[in-house]
C-alpha cells in the first residue's frame, strides 16, 4: 500500500528529480504527529527495526527512503516514505507514510561533522503532510521562531479514532480547523501555512483513488 501511495503522490508532481542520495526529516515534526495520533488510543509507541541507522538518525532525524523533488501546484516538494515511531495497537509492524513537505526560505546547514558530513536543510517555516498507509492524513505547520507545531489529522468515517476529524470537503475546511490552533499561539496564517490545505487535500484525494 505505501509503495503504491507514493507512486500516485509523484504521478501528480510535474519536474520530478530522483536524483537525491539522501533525505531526513527533522525530528520535531514527526513527533508531533505521532504525539497527535496517540491521544485516540488507537497506537502506541513502537520504534522500527533498525533505528537509529548511521550518525544523522543517532541526532533523531527520520530517514525519507526513495526521496525526490516535484511540483505541485507550482510549488517545490519534497516526497519520500518513512517509518513512524507508532504502530496501531495489535499490529505487528510500525506505521509507514509518505511525507510532502514545503519548506519557506530554506538554507543547507552542515551537521558538525566536517565540510563533507551530513547536511540537513532548514526553513524559517515548513508545511508539510504526511499521508499514512491506514488511510489517515496528517497536517502540519512550523515556524521556527514559534515553540508550537500546528498538527491536525484527519480520517475515513470508518476508522474513527484513528486521526482526530474525519475527512474535510475542501481544503478551506481543513483551513478553518488548523486556523483556530493558530491563532491560540499567537500566530497568524502566511503563504507557507496556506501550503498546509493543499498538501492535506492531495494526501485525502489519493488515498481514496487506491482503495
Known sequence: MIDRLLEEIMRQLKDVDRDISSS???????RAIEEELMIGGTYSKAIPEGFPDGTVEQKGFRRLSEPANGRYQNMLL???????????NGADKTLESVAMLYMGNSE???LGMGEKGPSAVTATEMAYAMVHEN???SGGYLRIDSP???VV???PREKARYGGHFYP???QEVFGKMYFPLTRVGLEPTPTFEVVPRLVMLGIETSKSIR
Open 24 to 30: 531526513h526529516l527533522p525530528p520535531m515534526t514527526v
Open 78 to 88: 519534497r516526497v519520500g516514505k518513512t517509518k513512524l515511531h507508532l504502530k496501531e
Open 108 to 110: 543547507r546547514i552542515n
Open 135 to 137: 488511510g489517515v492524513v
Open 148 to 150: 508550537a507545531i500546528i
Open 153 to 155: 489529522s484527519w480520517c
Open 169 to 171: 470537503q475542501d481544503a
